[in-house]
């Protein structure tokens, strides 16, 4: 049985006041993801990479435990980009072929924050 799904979700978040340090915001990698998903289940491995477990579901009968690596890369002094290297389903060995595309920048602007994430 083949399951598939695609997401696409876009941020513009204007910020009124301290807008001069939101560059500096997007350095604090570990914050901003933690931020961005959900802390408790954020891992940091060494600097730019995190293990996320993302939150279980159930297909039918199985439940599903997605485990996924996050590459983190701060680039432009304004940008911050994410993208998953690797996934997996934690306990379950009989899947092989999961994937999990995470493809997600964030910029900061003379406006605040914008962004655009893509998950499949």
Do not use: C, W
């Amino acid at each position: 049985m083949s399951l598939a799904f695609n997401a696409r979700q876009k941020i513009d978040l204007a910020v009124k006041n301290n807008i001069q340090r939101l560059p500096d915001y997007l350095l604090q990698q570990e914050r901003v993801v933690g931020a961005m998903l959900d802390p408790k289940k954020l891992v940091p491995l060494e600097k730019g990479n995190f293990r996320y477990n993302v939150t279980s579901f159930k297909v039918f009968q199985l439940e599903v435990n997605p485990v996924v690596s996050i590459a983190v890369v701060n680039s432009e002094g304004n940008k911050l980009q994410m993208h998953a290297t690797d996934s997996e389903l934690d306990g379950l060995g009989l899947v092989d072929d999961f994937e999990l595309m995470l493809d997600a920048t964030l910029i900061a602007t003379e406006n605040g924050l914008v962004g655009e994430a893509f998950l499949g």
